[in-house]
T-cell receptor, first 110, second 110 residues
C-alpha cells in the first residue's frame, strides 16, 4: 500500500508570493490534516479536512487555507508569504485515530 | 488550553541501555495517545499508541504506559540500538484534535 505523498518536496519562494502544496493520502483514507513544523514551535496543527469539508482548524491566520477534492487529495495554500512561514509542512492521512504522515514539503521564504 | 508537555528535551544513552520519555497532558477528554519517531529528513512515523481504556501496551522493545488519573504517559525503549536515534513526539487526542508534545531528541551512543 502506497504511503502519503507530498509534492513538491522542496520549495523556495520570496516574501509576498503565494504557494500551493499538495498531499495525496493513503488509498481509502478520507481525513487529511496539515501541520507546520518549525524548530521553535514544534508541530503546529493547521487544519483537517474530511470528505471535502474542513472539520477542524488551528490558530493560523487566514493567509493559510486548504481544500480537499473528491478523491481525498488535499492542497494547502499560503498567500502573501512571510519570512516566518519558512517551515516543514506535513500532511497526515487517517482512517480513524491513527495518523500517517508524509515526508513533508520544505518551504523556504527569502 | 490544551497542552502536552514532554521531558526530557534531549536524551543520550549508551547502546543497550533503556530510554524513558515522559509526557503530561491537560485535557481530560483525551482518549488516544500516539507516539511518533521522526528521523532526519522524514515525516513522523507512528511507532506505538495507547487508548484510555488500557494502562500499558508493549511491542517488542517499545512499551507505553498511561496513568489517566495523573494525566501522565510514558514511552520506554529497552535494549536501545543506534538506529533508535531520532526525535520522538508524544501526542494526546481530545475529540477530533491531536496535540503534540515538543519532542525529545534521543541519541544512542554505540
Amino acid at each position: 500500500k502506497a504511503g502519503v505523498t507530498q509534492t513538491p518536496r522542496y520549495l523556495i519562494k520570496t516574501r509576498g508570493q503565494q504557494v500551493t502544496l499538495s498531499c495525496s493520502p493513503i488509498s481509502g483514507h478520507r481525513s487529511v490534516s496539515w501541520y507546520q513544523q518549525t524548530p521553535g514551535q514544534g508541530l503546529q496543527f493547521l487544519f483537517e479536512y474530511f470528505s471535502e469539508t474542513q472539520r477542524n482548524k488551528g490558530n493560523f491566520p487566514g493567509r493559510f487555507s486548504g481544500r480537499q477534492f473528491s478523491n481525498s487529495r488535499s492542497e494547502m495554500n499560503v498567500s502573501t508569504l512571510e519570512l516566518g512561514d519558512s517551515a516543514l509542512y506535513l500532511c497526515a492521512s487517517s482512517l480513524d485515530d491513527e495518523q500517517f504522515f508524509g515526508p513533508g514539503t520544505r518551504l523556504t521564504v527569502l | 488550553g490544551e497542552n502536552v508537555e514532554q521531558h526530557p528535551s534531549t536524551l543520550s544513552v549508551q547502546e543497550g541501555d533503556s530510554a524513558v520519555i515522559k509526557c503530561t497532558y491537560s485535557d481530560s477528554a483525551s482518549n488516544y495517545f500516539p507516539w511518533y519517531k521522526q528521523e532526519l529528513g522524514k515525516g513522523p512515523q507512528l511507532i506505538i499508541d495507547i487508548r484510555s481504556n488500557v494502562g500499558e501496551k508493549k511491542d517488542q522493545r517499545i512499551a507505553v504506559t498511561l496513568n489517566k488519573t495523573a494525566k501522565h504517559f510514558s514511552l520506554h525503549i529497552t535494549e536501545t540500538q543506534p538506529e533508535d536515534s531520532a526525535v520522538y513526539f508524544c501526542a494526546a487526542s481530545p475529540r477530533d484534535k491531536v496535540i503534540f508534545g515538543p519532542g525529545t531528541s534521543l541519541s544512542v551512543i554505540p
